[in-house]
């Protein structure tokens, strides 16, 4: 199996094909030999992150057959800090309404 590590929605064809649609963190694990993956879809804890890595490693884990193997695209490289927050700009009154009491 190989891991790889991709910013969340960065990768959405390879999301799509790993059926990663639960959210992030996430975890996948792939075997190019065998044309099948895994997900992790516990809780991400070290104990059921252990788990799931054990499972694969001993063939305990569910795999499923990849339907197309979609390319990884180059993207700029994260740069470790925290994306800034998205702020809509909105007029409260275009929420509460020009009503007249």
């Known amino acids: 199996?190989?891991?790889l590590w991709f910013e969340g929605s960065t990768q959405p064809e390879l999301?799509?094909?790993l059926e990663m649609t639960f959210g992030f963190p996430a975890i996948a694990a792939y075997s190019i030999e065998k044309g099948v993956y895994a997900v992790h879809r516990a809780s991400f804890t070290e104990t059921n992150i252990r788990k799931f890595l054990m499972g694969i490693?001993?063939?305990k884990q569910a795999t499923y057959k990849?339907?197309?193997v979609p390319s990884v695209k180059t993207?700029?490289?994260w740069d470790g800090e925290d994306g800034a927050p998205y702020e809509?700009?909105?007029s409260l009154?275009?929420?509460m309404g020009d009503?007249?009491?």
């Open 75 to 77: 993207v700029e490289p």
């Open 15 to 17: 999301e799509n094909a």
């Open 99 to 101: 009503d007249e009491f």
């Open 93 to 95: 009154e275009d929420i």
């Open 66 to 68: 990849i339907a197309s």
């Open 1 to 3: 199996f190989e891991l």
């Open 88 to 90: 809509e700009e909105f």
């Open 57 to 59: 490693t001993t063939g």
